[in-house]
Nanobody
């Protein structure tokens, strides 16, 4: 069973930065196709960013392009999301997800809360 554990969320002012981490279990982490998704209060899941197994390809939603950076360290079984120039509309629970297909995923962590407020 795949386990994913996120951390790094918090309260930050508009324009601030955070780094989210997601640690995965198992010896096959390097084969996982991973994404970050988020859910704002009262809204559905929104895909934020994705990364290929070898970090060769990264993908971003238009709403975060140029502000967020996804990366992974397969030696540490860790996925990252660097959030810069945060806006109030970035406030959400952020989850790392395995095999996101646009509608669902095969595994997801418990999430880490990001709140952007002055």
């Amino acid at each position: 069973e795949v386990q994913l554990v996120e951390s790094g969320g918090g309260l930050v002012q508009p324009g601030g930065s955070l780094r989210l981490s997601c640690v995965g279990s198992g010896s096959t982490f390097s084969t996982y196709v991973l994404s970050w998704v988020r859910q704002a209060p009262g809204k559905g899941l929104e895909w934020v960013s994705g990364i290929s197994t070898s970090s060769g390809r990264t993908y971003y939603a238009n709403s975060v392009k140029g502000r967020f950076t996804i990366s992974r360290d397969n030696a540490r079984n860790t996925l990252y999301l660097h959030l810069n120039s945060l806006k109030t509309e970035d406030t959400a629970m952020y989850y790392c997800a395995k095999d996101w297909d646009g509608a669902g995923y095969s595994a997801r962590g418990q999430g880490t809360q990001v709140t952007v407020s002055s």
